[in-house]
Every structure is written in structure tokens, then in C-alpha cells.
Nanobody, 115 residues
Framework: QVQLVESGGGLVQAGGSLRLSCAASGSIFSSTAMGWYRQAPGKQRELVASISSGGNTNYADSVKGRFTISRDNAKKMVYLQMNSLKPEDTAVYYC?????????WGQGTQVTVSS
């Protein structure tokens, strides 16, 4: 079983930066594919970025070149560095883990970008 706890959200002005962190439990974290999703009010949850157990990354077109996902297997952490933030990035951001057919979610952290 994997438990995920996000942190690092907050209020930032457009053009600013935030770094989200996701702390994971579980003895086989290094084998877990991880990702960040977001959900804005009235919209469906969408994939922002993902990173495989081998370190391969994937980004939504809307964040390419601005966001960077990374992982530290020794610390069981996943990060999302968000630069050049835009008001449309405002959403609740969720950490996600996939392992052996199971999907795990964190509780979410709010990111608000003011114009």
C-alpha cells in the first residue's frame, strides 16, 4: 500500500514559482510510477506530469517548458517545480501513484495564481 501526502501549495502572482512536494510511504516506492494531476473548479481532473520508475517523464502540453517533475527514491519524494505560473494553473494539485494495478491519491494541495 502507498500513502501520499502533498505540500507546497499556496498563493502566488502570475509569473512566479512554486514547488510542490509529495511524500510517499511504502517499501517499493522505487517501483511506483508517480504523477501530478490537477483539478480546477468545474473541470475534470487532468494529468499535469508523470515520471516512471525509471525516470522517464511526460508533461501536458500546457505546462511543457514551465513545469518539471522529479523524484528522489531514497527519500520517497516526488516534486513538481512550477515556474512562470499563469492564472489558468490555478487548481487543486494531486499526487498520484500507480503500482501493480493499484492507483493511489493524495489529499491535494491548492495552488492559486493571481493575475
Amino acid at each position: 500500500q502507498v500513502q501520499l501526502v502533498e505540500s507546497g501549495g499556496g498563493l502566488v502572482q502570475a509569473g512566479g514559482s512554486l514547488r510542490l512536494s509529495c511524500a510517499a510511504s511504502g517499501s517499493i516506492f522505487s517501483s511506483t510510477a508517480m504523477g501530478w494531476y490537477r483539478q480546477a473548479p468545474g473541470k475534470q481532473r487532468e494529468l499535469v506530469a508523470s515520471i516512471s520508475s525509471g525516470g522517464n517523464t511526460n508533461y501536458a502540453d500546457s505546462v511543457k517548458g514551465r513545469f518539471t517533475i522529479s523524484r528522489d527514491n531514497a527519500k520517497k519524494m516526488v516534486y513538481l517545480q512550477m515556474n512562470s505560473l499563469k492564472p489558468e494553473d490555478t487548481a487543486v494539485y494531486y499526487c498520484n501513484g500507480k503500482l501493480l494495478g493499484y492507483v493511489y491519491w493524495g489529499q491535494g494541495t491548492q495552488v492559486t495564481v493571481s493575475s
